[in-house]
Nanobody
Framework: QVQLVESGGGLVQAGGSLRLSCAAS????????MGWYRQAPGKQRELVAA???????NYADSVKGRFTISRDNAKNTVSLQMNSLKPEDTGVYYC?????????????WGQGTQVTVSS
């Protein structure tokens, strides 16, 4: 019923930039919080950044000042602009959205996109 599709990952050198995008589709009534999480090898998945439907944002301390999250409510999309990337930013990045359908509200995850930052 609902699908999240991510794009924009890849390989970049330290100091470079990448932009991740995520589009939600399906039988969507509305979307509350949208966010990006990441999981490095051998580590737990962690919140990178989140944004409410009203535009309030929350960032992990490790990315503040370097990453910017934004969303387009009309298009049901969320993006993550990542600047000044560091090797420790390497991981699989997942989009998550709290979506209300006619059946209720559920948190949906994307399939993940790999980000690799070389030193």
């Amino acid at each position: 019923q609902v699908q999240l599709v991510e794009s924009g990952g890849g390989l970049v050198q330290a100091g470079g930039s990448l932009r991740l995008s995520c589009a939600a589709s399906g039988s969507i009534v509305n979307i509350n919080v949208m966010g990006w999480y990441r999981q490095a090898p051998g580590k737990q998945r962690e919140l990178v950044a989140a944004i409410s439907s009203g535009g309030s944002t929350n960032y992990a301390d490790s990315v503040k000042g370097r990453f910017t999250i934004s969303r387009d409510n009309a298009k049901n999309t969320v993006s993550l602009q990542m600047n000044s990337l560091k090797p420790e930013d390497t991981g699989v990045y997942y989009c998550k959205a709290d979506i209300r359908t006619t059946y209720g509200a559920v948190g949906y995850w994307g399939q993940g996109t790999q980000v690799t930052v070389s030193s």
